[in-house]
């Protein structure tokens, strides 16, 4: 990459420092499509050429951005398959994202005036280096339109609540030492020294770990996804066991011990690639049908969501053992205790495959574990919409089981479900979980078997039959609950990913369909169960 110019944008890489400069003074660098797919081409660029170690990002003239070109948007309007909304989707949004999710330091050296979508582009900066003169403008409301381009998320994590409404409904200019005070900005400081000063800052970063500032950035960026204490700390652990494998933590070191700066050692063995370029490639591989096999391949999105789904299913195996076992002695003869000793020996194999899983994963098992209480019950009346606990299992392992028609019904009903829902994902794009499902499954049919035989048993004998239909009218509805929520976006994304084939809905009227062919012969009446949308989670969850 080398120093190039266009009318809109300055590109220029020197001493691995790469400056991008807006470069239409003449109407305060207001950004049009070829702007940003400009940038957006010189970022992913960037991305991967080794000799770019950080990014500068800047404007000539007396203005940082003024946000869209309003003349071009205008012409553009005029068309009749114009859409606002399509218009951020196509080119304001994926400039915002690019930035953030470009694993290497970019810095904004703001120059004058950034408002509207100039502004959004200098929140997502990492580190911005501000003018004196500069200030900071949101108009929207007074157009009649909602703060876009990332501004609505960013800067309330930046001001707080009150202070980002106050910006954004009043539409008054934020000076730069408001914008310091907010932590808006990094530094404020003359406006001749501007550009030098940030990429003084972008060579200071540079003579860091490469592969250390990539995912503490990716860290960083987790951590505003509202991660619970204890998942963050997950995700801590997981990066640095990457980390402490190379060449330049080892370096660090022994630099340390020996009193001297370390020497970068940027051609480690474990380099990941970025993870925008591991999406594109595992999406690909997910799109022909490939299954994926390694960690290496794996983006960061793909392996949160399979870990959340395999997490799921483990924790939902080991405490349906645990609610079992409870059951070998209380079973009705020394048959059926076998059996249930039998299926409890199931659940806890199912449990160890889960967590075997998770391990290879990088998940800390016996930490995990230890932070759950699989001892748990809510109360009867619970309808089980919500969890009950920080742990994966569904609202229905938390019932207590009291008597054998309760059983019975948990096996017939709940198995059924899991069935459907590992069914779901059985042939799931994670080449180790689809291996470990398959016996799994085998199992989970013949536990099936066994709640069909006692429910048909018991639904013929008159003695039995009513308490039976009680029990049924309790698990059924809330079996119904753990498909999560149709339509979800959580449930797309496992979708996306070859995590899961249907939509939540589509699995529960399987299930049900299921349930209501098995109740016709035995001659039970089916429970009404009505969606409390709402109440119900995103998630498809995985139980075992």
């Not at 911005?128 to 703060?147: D, S, W």
């Not at 020996?258 to 591991?278: D, G, H, I, W, Y």
């Not at 997910?286 to 395999?310: A, F, P, V, W």
């Not at 020996?345 to 998940?363: I, N, Q, S």
Request: proline share 4%; charged share 30%.
């Amino acid at each position: 990459m080398t120093t190039t110019a266009t009318q809109e944008l300055l590109i220029d890489l020197k001493d691995g420092i790469l400056t991008i400069t807006l470069n239409r003074p003449d109407v305060l660098n207001a950004l049009t499509i070829g702007m940003m797919k400009g940038i957006r081409d010189s970022l992913k660029k960037a991305e991967t050429d080794k000799s770019v170690k950080a990014v500068v990002l800047t404007a000539s003239g007396r203005a940082f951005c003024a946000g869209a070109d309003l003349g071009d948007l205008q012409k553009r309007q005029k068309a009749k398959s114009f859409s606002l909304g399509d218009e951020l989707r196509d080119h304001f949004n994926p400039l915002v994202a690019q930035i953030r999710k470009l694993e290497k330091p970019v810095i904004g050296a703001i120059n004058g005036l950034a408002a509207g979508a100039g502004a959004s582009i200098v929140l997502a900066a990492d580190l911005k280096i501000c003018a004196e003169k500069a200030t900071f403008l949101n108009a929207f409301v007074r157009v009649g339109l909602v703060p876009d381009s990332g501004m609505t998320y960013y800067l309330p994590r930046f001001a707080g609540y009150s202070k980002a409404l106050e910006h954004m409904w009043l539409a008054k200019p934020v000076t730069s030492e408001q914008a310091l005070q907010w932590g808006w900005v990094n530094r404020v400081v003359p406006a001749d020294s501007v550009l030098a000063e940030a990429q003084a800052l972008a060579a200071d970063l540079a003579k860091m770990p490469p592969m250390a500032l990539a995912l503490t950035k990716r860290a960083v960026n987790k951590s505003l996804e509202a991660a619970s204490l204890d998942e963050q700390m997950e995700y801590e652990a997981q990066l640095q066991e990457i980390l402490g494998k190379t060449q330049d933590h080892a370096e660090g070191v022994t630099a340390f011990l020996e009193k001297r700066p370390p020497s970068s050692k940027e051609n480690s063995p474990m380099a990941l690639e970025p993870n925008r370029v591991r999406e594109e490639k595992l999406l690909e591989k997910i799109s022909k049908g490939q299954k994926i096999t390694e960690l290496s391949e794996m983006s960061d999105e793909y392996r949160e969501h399979l870990t959340n789904l395999m997490m799921m299913q483990a924790d939902s195996e080991l405490a349906g053992a645990f609610g079992y076992v409870p059951w070998i002695q209380k079973a009705p003869d020394i048959n059926e205790t076998l059996v249930v000793a039998q299926i409890v020996k199931d659940e806890v194999r199912h449990a160890t495959v889960m967590y075997r899983l998770l391990k290879g994963m990088g998940v800390d098992v016996d930490a995990y574990y230890k932070s759950h209480n699989f001892n748990l019950r809510v109360e009867k009346d619970d309808i089980g919409t919500l969890r009950a606990a920080d742990d994966k299992r569904v609202n229905i392992f938390y019932y207590p089981i009291e008597k054998w028609s309760d059983f019975i019904m948990f096996n017939f009903c709940m198995d059924r479900g899991a069935g459907h829902q590992l069914e779901d994902s059985l042939d799931c794009s994670y080449k180790p979980w689809c291996e470990g499902m398959e016996g799994i499954f085998k199992e989970e049919e013949m536990h099936m078997a066994h709640g069909d035989q006692w429910t048909k048993r018991l639904s013929a004998d008159p003695k039995t039959h009513d308490d039976l239909q009680e029990a049924f009218d309790r698990w059924y509805p809330r079996t119904m609950n753990i498909f999560g929520r149709r339509g979800s976006p959580k449930n797309a994304l496992y979708r996306k990913y070859g995590l899961k084939k249907r939509d939540n809905d589509d699995v529960r009227q399987a299930f049900a369909k299921d349930i209501a062919d098995k109740a016709a012969k035995f001659g039970l009446k089916v429970p009404h169960w009505a969606p409390e949308a709402a109440k119900m989670s995103e998630e498809p969850f995985i139980p075992g």
